[in-house]
C-alpha cells in the first residue's frame, strides 16, 4: 500500500529565491523592528554596490582589508537558531526553518584584524537577521543567548572559530534599506564590556548580492512508499569532481561537467561521462538521465530515473542553485 509523506510542501511552490523577501507585518511576535527612514543612497555614500565599510575599535582593531579566496561580504540563507528563555525574558527563540524564497538571511563581513595590539588574524563580524526581516525597519542586536524571538543576533569571531567574542551583554542595532536580490544595511553593536576589552563594532553594507545555497525538490519512491522531498543539497567538489547529496539522492559527476544530458549508472565512468547514482538502495541497473542548464553562475539539475535490481526506487524532480565548481 502506497503512502505519501510530505516534507513542507509548500516550499516547493516557492522555486525561485527573493519571491517572498521583506514580506510581512514585521511584528515579530512583539519584538520585531521599529520604522526606520534611512535610504539606501544614504547607506551607500562612498561605497560601490557589493562593498561595505567596516569599523571596529577597543580591545580589537580593524587594520585592513580581507586578502583570502572567498567572498568578504555574504548575503546568505542562514538558520535562525533557538535558545532557552532566560531572565527578564531574554531569549526563548524558535528555530526557524531556512530557505533561499523565505530566508532567514545573515550577513558576514571578513576583516584583517588586531587584538589587543598582537598579530593581524581574519576575523567576521556578523549579524543573524531575524525572521520575515523588511526593508524599512531597525531591529535590537543581543548576543546569540540573549536576543528574544524576532530579534537580530550577531557577533565578532576569527574566520576560523578559535576565538569569539561571546559577550552574553553585546547590544546594537541594525538597519535595513533593501533585502531580496541584495542587501544594503547598517548595523553597530558593542560587547557591552567595561574593561579593557570593550570592542564596538560599525558597518555599512551597500547592495551585498545575496548568495543562494543548493536546494532540492523532488518526488522520490522506495519499494511502493512516496515521499514529496524539499530540503538542502549539500555540495562537494575536488579535482574537478562535483559530487551533490541530498537526503535521498545522490550524484557524482565526471570531471569538469559541462551542461548538457548525461546517462545515469549506478558507478561513475568518466571516460563515457556518466554520472553515477547511489539512492539508499541496492541495484543492479539504472533507467534515466540527468540534465544541466547554467545560468549566472549556478547549474540547475533535473533528474528522472528508475533502479532495477534488490532495491525498486525511482525519482523526479531537481537540484537548483548548484554554485559552478
Known amino acids: 500500500m502506497n503512502t505519501r509523506h510530505t516534507c513542507i510542501a509548500v516550499i516547493l511552490t516557492l522555486s525561485i529565491p527573493f519571491m517572498l523577501g521583506g514580506c510581512g507585518d514585521g511584528s515579530n511576535g512583539g519584538y520585531g523592528g521599529s520604522t526606520s527612514r534611512v535610504s539606501a543612497s544614504d547607506i551607500g555614500q562612498g561605497l560601490e554596490p557589493g562593498q561595505f565599510a567596516l569599523d571596529i575599535s577597543g580591545f580589537v582593531v580593524s587594520t585592513g582589508d580581507y586578502q583570502g579566496d572567498v567572498p568578504a561580504a555574504r548575503f546568505q540563507p542562514w538558520n535562525y537558531g533557538s535558545s532557552r528563555e532566560r531572565a527578564e525574558g531574554y531569549g526563548g527563540r524558535q528555530e526557524v526553518e531556512v530557505w533561499n524564497a523565505t530566508g532567514p538571511y545573515r550577513i558576514w563581513l571578513l576583516t584583517e584584524v588586531s587584538r589587543d595590539g598582537g598579530d593581524t588574524e581574519d576575523a567576521s563580524a556578523w549579524v543573524q537577521l531575524p525572521p520575515d526581516a523588511q ?109 551533490l547529496m541530498s537526503e535521498h539522492v545522490h550524484l557524482r559527476f565526471p570531471p569538469r561537467p559541462e551542461p548538457g544530458t548525461y546517462p545515469l549508472e549506478p558507478r561513475r565512468d568518466d571516460t563515457r561521462g556518466v554520472v553515477s547514482l547511489s539512492a539508499g538502495g541496492r541495484f543492479d541497473t539504472v533507467d534515466g538521465t540527468v540534465e544541466v542548464s547554467e545560468n549566472a553562475g549556478y547549474y540547475t539539475i533535473n533528474f528522472a530515473f528508475t533502479t532495477q535490481g534488490q532495491d525498486e526506487v525511482s525519482a523526479e524532480g531537481r537540484f537548483e542553485w548548484i554554485a559552478v565548481p
Open 135 to 243: 526593508a524599512g525597519r531597525t531591529y535590537p542586536i543581543r548576543s546569540t543567548r540573549m536576543a528574544r524571538h524576532g530579534e537580530a543576533y550577531g557577533g565578532l569571531q576569527r574566520h576560523d572559530m578559535v576565538w569569539r567574542d561571546g559577550s552574553h551583554s553585546l547590544e546594537g542595532e541594525v538597519t535595513i534599506a533593501e533585502i531580496g536580490e541584495h542587501l544594503t544595511a547598517t548595523f553597530h553593536f558593542d560587547n557591552g564590556r567595561e574593561d579593557e576589552q570593550h570592542t564596538r563594532v560599525e558597518a555599512r553594507v551597500y547592495r551585498v548580492p545575496f548568495m543562494p545555497r543548493g536546494e532540492a525538490f523532488y518526488t522520490f519512491t522506495r519499494d511502493g512508499e512516496t515521499t514529496e522531498f524539499a530540503g538542502r543539497v549539500n555540495r562537494h567538489s575536488q579535482d574537478h569532481r562535483l559530487e
